[in-house]
């Protein structure tokens, strides 16, 4: 490894460090890194959004006079399912606090299709999502919906699982973007005092529903799953007008790269029945239709199609497809008309529909990214968060999170376990060392186990059980492990590629530099080897496939 690529390794896993370290502290992350409103401005007085009930209200209304928390999420995002009842339990103290409210704030899915629930077109639809994520979830805090345009997700930098709070003035008074619900009761204790009860999240007991089924994003079904060459990214997409009846078939379109920047590459077609509208497919009628009405040297193949025949009279799988995208017309846009039989086994009828959409050959930031197309299929399982004994003001490992996320979806067959052969090269030079009942396959347990001792070695204790005043930090603890032993590995590949994705917002499986922080962009060139604008799991992976694979002798953790 020549010496500038080696200080370019470096710069980058001191970036990636320090952005983990950002991250779990309030007011930072890469979302809101590029917020319009920030902590320390004050809301907008437009700035408008709906309550459950369907009522536009602005903000700075909801607000009103008192401290308002507002934490983001939807039905499709496994942080928000896993962090919610934390919030649930800071609510459950302050609640008959009239200085403080709590709002959850639906947005756009972060990943359509995971347990059958796809993107909503209309705010009815949006709203119904909402009363959905209360029976699943079996939330107390009342919701709040971002409208169709997504303006509020995209002023604020929301995540899939953002939290704020705004004080009575209108001023964003903290913001985090991955929600702790810790970290927001210290933040409360400053602003309005501390609660008289101290509520766990065991005691609270949700009432919890079954999601519409339970599934990974890209499982297979009636249907082969049409396979594709690279990842794939979501575009723009339009209902071009929305009648009385419903639109029960929700279509998706994605592409490659390539298509977005030579007009050349391929497309992915996919027809969901929604399951808010409870109907199935009828495979004794005529099976769904599309067509591409193309605009003049757009040359997209096949232009029309047919789904095949299920053998089966009923179902409720997508119908999917695979198409070449020859070249783009100078307005870059199609017109897609589909034709189906929506049926209703509970109502007893089947009705002809035809649908019609503009497709606008343009990344869609709000489209969310679906496991087995926008990036490597892979389970949604997170790992448990850590955080700092009551001294410290941290959140919870986001770090280990994630990392153990982008582990799982290295599990190309789906059988919850990682082989050898579906270990990256810096992985498998370690994957017997992994291995811990040598069975040749790394379990969940064994990541459990690897990703937790990696977080300890590598952070060290923040704030340890003698806790001192409240907001200051305890004792710190001891970081990796001693000199000429594998501590956490501050040149680790997984952990390190890990940490350098978690900046993909979009969840694509690549990186744009407006995605990445500002210590970062600077130097985005180097790693887009290729010059095609983005820095793909390839790339990263041969910048850092020369990384020296023992980590350093072991630091002082904690302040």
Not at 41 to 63: F, I, Q
Not at 144 to 151: P, T, Y
Not at 152 to 171: A, C, I
Not at 425 to 452: C, H, P, T, W, Y
Request: net charge negative; charged share 25%.
């Amino acid at each position: 490894m020549n010496l500038l690529t080696r200080r370019l390794l470096v710069f980058i896993v001191i970036s990636a460090s320090s952005l983990m370290a950002q991250r779990s502290s309030p007011g930072n992350g890469s979302f809101l890194d590029r917020a319009e409103i920030k902590q320390g401005d004050t809301v907008p007085h437009d700035l408008s959004l709906y309550r459950e009930d369907g009522t536009k209200v602005t903000l700075t209304d909801v607000v009103g006079e008192k401290h308002t928390v507002i934490v983001s999420g939807c039905l499709t995002c496994p942080i928000f399912h896993r962090t919610y009842p934390g919030v649930e339990a800071v609510h459950e103290d302050y609640k008959t606090n009239d200085k403080v409210q709590f709002f959850y704030m639906y947005k756009a899915l972060a990943h359509p299709e995971l347990n059958g629930y796809v993107q909503p077109v209309t705010l009815a639809e949006r709203l119904t999502h909402v009363q959905e994520a209360k029976r699943v979830l079996g939330t107390r805090i009342p919701w709040l919906s971002d409208g169709m345009d997504n303006e509020v997700r995209q002023r604020f930098g929301l995540g899939p699982n953002t939290q704020l709070v705004v004080d009575p003035s209108g001023k964003v008074v903290h913001a985090l973007a991955w929600s702790d619900g810790e970290v927001l009761r210290e933040q409360l204790i400053a602003m309005v005092g501390e609660s008289e009860t101290h509520t766990q999240v065991a005691d609270l007991k949700l009432d919890k529903g079954e999601p519409f089924r339970r599934q990974r994003s890209y499982e297979e079904g009636v249907l082969p799953k049409p396979q594709f060459s690279s990842q794939l990214t979501a575009i723009k997409m339009v209902p071009s007008g929305v009648g009385k009846t419903p639109l029960y078939v929700k279509p998706r379109v994605e592409v490659d790269q390539d298509v977005l920047t030579t007009g050349q590459g391929e497309m992915y077609l996919g027809f969901f029945l929604d399951p808010i509208h409870g109907v199935h497919w009828n495979n004794l009628a005529a099976p769904l239709q599309y067509e591409l009405k193309l605009s003049d040297g757009t040359v997209i193949s096949p232009a029309k199609a047919s789904a095949p025949e299920v053998q089966q009279e009923s179902d409720g799988d997508p119908r999917e497809f695979k198409l070449e995208v020859a070249s783009l017309g100078e307005d870059k846009t199609a017109e897609l008309v589909i034709h189906y039989f929506a049926c209703s086994k509970a109502e007893g009828w089947c009705i002809p529909v035809t649908q019609s959409y503009t497709i606008s050959f343009e990344r869609d930031r709000d489209g969310g990214g679906t496991n087995g197309r926008s990036f490597r299929v892979g389970g949604e399982s997170q790992n448990s968060r850590q955080r700092g004994g009551p001294g410290g003001q941290g959140g919870r490992n986001q770090g280990a999170e994630q990392m153990k996320e982008r582990l799982l979806q290295m599990d190309a067959n789906k059988d919850g376990k990682i082989a050898k052969d579906e270990a990256p090269e810096g992985m498998a030079q370690r994957f017997d060392q992994m291995d811990l009942n040598e069975d040749g396959f790394l379990d969940e347990k064994e990541i459990d186990e690897m990703v937790s001792s990696r977080g300890q070695g590598q952070q060290g204790g923040r704030g340890q059980a003698q806790a001192g005043p409240r907001g200051q930090r305890g004792p710190g603890g001891q970081g990796g492990q001693a000199a000429g032993q594998r501590g956490a590995g501050l040149f680790d590949p997984v952990a390190i590629k890990a940490r350098i994705l978690d900046s993909d917002t979009n969840g694509d499986g690549k990186l744009t530099k407006e995605e990445l922080p500002a210590q970062m962009q600077r130097r985005f060139e180097q790693m887009d080897s290729n010059g095609d604008g983005f820095a793909d799991e390839s790339e990263i992976d041969e910048m850092l496939k020369n990384a020296p694979t023992r980590g350093a002798p072991g630091q002082r953790g904690g302040r």
